[in-house]
């Protein structure tokens, strides 16, 4: 997963492959809850590895049930209806499917058997409504206080006594607002049916009725078979108990599936974007999303478990669609919306203004920064596309759909043959749903001839370049290329496989099948863990001698063109910015005094406990300096419009603050 403050997506062409989607999050904790509360062990297999499900495990653990790990599938030891914890406080982030079914569940238990619990989650969990919820459960007899804002989290649910339930009328409830009112209602109260069957009556139209028919499919597998009268009125059964199905399995999110729908549409042109782990049979309602794409003009094809998505009319047919059934994806047409061939008008959508963030007021925004004309209201929005393209820094709101969302605008028509990114801002946040979300992105798609950005950090020996390098590429997300590393891993090839430094032709030969791979700051050839010694002194000599052989540095340029991939690259030795990227979009030529130098260095050294003489030091980087200088392939200087810091006296925050200075100043947002 990303952690950068921000992520810059360069301007993508084509979108073609397979992505394996991640678990559903709507049914990942409706079965870990529902696995929590009943009794036995259930073995789910695919769970969803996120933010939101990890607080619901949080809270599962701290109940009292027993959860073990068994490679990929999570055993799950339920309390069987019994508290086995009668006070905790339960902090459930920013996770609206943890936080109202467990208010609900929680409150049920506490009531009838004498416990208290408190609720709480992040600002934004403290600003999404709950009252309806609540209201609903004061009415069966469950304590609830308000901790805060009546009406919103935090909460208190029980107050430590057992209190008799009024199980003998219908519960009633408001739909309206959020379906999971509801489906917190329908997993809670089978715990209270021993005497008599309990009904839920629903106030209003109920929205998002797909997530209710997900819901009550689920409860059937844990044994409680709701009768249902329309969306209206449903009842649980006297006596229903929850019971493991032994093994379940959590299918992939059909929601996150929408963006891959999405680019497939948008550019699936030489080969269709393929989707594993939900396909039409999916009993979720966002699976319906397909149906929107293909009225937009996608081709899909599907089966099983599976989805292939190719572009079909272009540009996408604009529509009018009430998206009652299909929120959550209805967010991703919002983007298709971009390249549409007028108005695209999305009703039914009043629940956005209640999730992560008011996500109808998050869209217009965003979505005016790239140009787009946009008209808003309380339940609808209406996109027309942008007659000119603007580069964008999209705000996310810590909303991972606004996220994945807005990495869609990468896909825009080249503005007037100039290749304008787009800057997704604080890129984490898909770490509620989807925390691979730009590595399966990035797996997919091609970008623009020359779009990925470039930035070289050259200099001499110990200058500092690969400690900087590697700190610019940490905070921009990008990758990472050590070039002083392959010429290194090129001379420990050579002294294992008994070759001659000064052999030429027999050092290219090994230099172009080199197996090199970098992960974090570990370098492996051919497997091998080479990280200690490729940072020897005697490796940095052998590698200064490899490197005169022109032959060798030819057969390493295509090596080192291939580490340019989306979404950037940073590029640190003696001739990136000179001879192997050229046309870097910001070059850095690091130096410092050979004093300076000389001291790093041997300050390096003894830490490490290896004994060390800084005069010796001083004269062997002089000697490597000047051979760099005059040799007669790619000698080291500065390139032309190269930045030049000197960082003598300079720590490595300061001159990554400056570097970082000047990259963006060189960004268009």
């Known amino acids: 997963m990303y952690s950068t403050a921000f992520l810059d997506l360069p301007p993508l062409v084509r979108a073609g492959g397979t992505v394996r989607l991640p678990g559903s999050k709507s049914i990942s904790n409706r079965v870990l809850l529902l696995a929590g509360l009943a009794e036995g062990t259930t073995a789910v297999h695919d769970l969803l590895d996120s933010d939101d499900t990890r607080v619901m495990l949080d809270a599962l653990a701290a109940l009292g049930c027993q959860l073990v790990r068994q490679g990929e599938v999570l055993q799950v030891t339920g309390i069987g209806g019994r508290l086995r914890t009668r006070e905790a406080a339960l902090f459930l982030g920013n996770a609206g499917t943890a936080m109202r079914p467990l208010t609900a569940a929680l409150a049920v238990l506490a009531a009838t058997q004498g416990g208290a619990f408190e609720l709480s989650g992040v600002p934004r969990m403290h600003e999404r409504p709950i009252g309806d919820l609540v209201d609903a459960l004061r009415q069966l007899g469950c304590p609830v206080a308000d901790l805060g804002r009546a009406g919103y989290p935090p909460l208190r649910v029980g107050d430590g006594a057992s209190h008799a339930l009024n199980t003998d009328a219908p519960i009633r409830v408001r739909g309206d607002v959020s379906s999971q009112f509801l489906t917190a ?9 021993q005497e008599r069957a309990v009904t839920i009556e629903v106030d209003g139209e109920l929205i998002s009725k797909p997530y209710i028919d997900i819901t009550l499919r689920l409860l059937e597998r844990f044994g409680i078979a709701v009768q249902r009268e329309q969306y209206a009125r449903f009842v649980i059964p006297q006596g229903s108990r ?8 959590v299918e992939g999110d059909a929601s996150s599936a929408s963006y891959f729908v999405a680019m497939g549409a948008i550019a699936g042109t030489d080969a269709p974007v393929r989707i594993e782990g939900v396909g039409l049979d999916s ?44 929120p959550d994806a209805a967010m991703t047409l919002a983007m298709m919306a971009l390249y549409a061939d007028g108005p695209t008008r999305l009703s039914g959508i009043a629940s956005w203004r209640v999730k992560e963030t008011d996500r109808i007021a998050a869209m217009a925004a965003e979505l005016r920064k790239l140009g787009a004309t946009v008209v808003d209201g309380a339940d609808f929005i209406e996109v027309s596309p942008p007659r000119r393209w603007q580069a964008a820094a999209l705000h996310t709101y810590d909303d991972h759909r606004m996220a994945m969302c807005g990495s869609l605008a990468a896909f825009h028509p080249l503005a007037g043959g100039a290749a304008l990114p787009v800057r997704i801002v604080d890129p984490r946040c ?67 496989a008994g070759i001659s430094l000064e052999d030429e032709p027999a050092l290219a030969a090994l230099a172009a099948r080199l197996e090199v791979h970098f992960t974090g700051h570990q370098v492996f050839l051919a497997g091998r863990d080479i990280t200690d010694p490729l940072r020897l002194e005697s490796t940095g000599g052998m590698a200064s001698r490899v490197s005169v052989h022109p032959a060798v540095r ?28 050229p046309e870097a979009d910001l070059k850095v030529f690091l130096t410092a005094s050979a004093d300076a130098r000389a001291e790093r260095r041997y300050k390096q050294l003894i830490s490490k406990g290896n004994s060390a003489n800084i ?6 980087l002089q000697m490597r300096d000047e051979r760099d200088k005059n040799r007669a392939v790619a000698p080291l200087k500065p390139a032309e419009d190269a930045m030049l810091l000197d960082n003598s006296s300079l720590s490595v925050e300061s001159s990554v603050e400056q570097v970082m200075g000047w990259w963006q100043q060189r960004r268009p947002f």
């Open 430 to 496: 898909v770490g509620k749903t989807f925390p691979d979300y730009f590595e399966a992105l990035f797996d997919l798609v091609t970008p623009a001839p020359g779009g990925v950005p470039v930035l070289t950090v050259d200099g001499p020996t110990a200058s500092g370049k690969g400690t900087l390098a590697a700190e610019l590429a940490h905070k921009l997300g990008y990758h990472l290329l050590d070039s002083g590393a392959l010429y290194r891993a090129t001379a420990l090839a050579a002294q294992d």
């Open 615 to 620: 005069d010796s030091l001083r004269a062997d």
């Open 185 to 193: 209602l329908l997993l809670a109260l089978p715990l209270v049916t």
């Open 554 to 581: 030819k057969a390493l340029h295509g090596l080192q063109l291939s580490f340019r991939r989306a979404p950037g690259l940073v590029a640190d030795g003696r001739d990136m910015g000179t001879v192997v990227f």
């Open 283 to 326: 009993i979720q309602g966002d699976i319906r999303f397909v149906d929107a794409a293909r009225a937009m003009g996608a081709q899909v094809d599907g089966g099983p478990g599976w989805l292939e998505v190719r572009r079909g009319a272009w540009p996408l047919k604009a529509l009018t669609l009430d998206c009652n059934h299909i």
């Open 242 to 249: 929850y019971q493991s199905p032994g093994s379940i399995h």
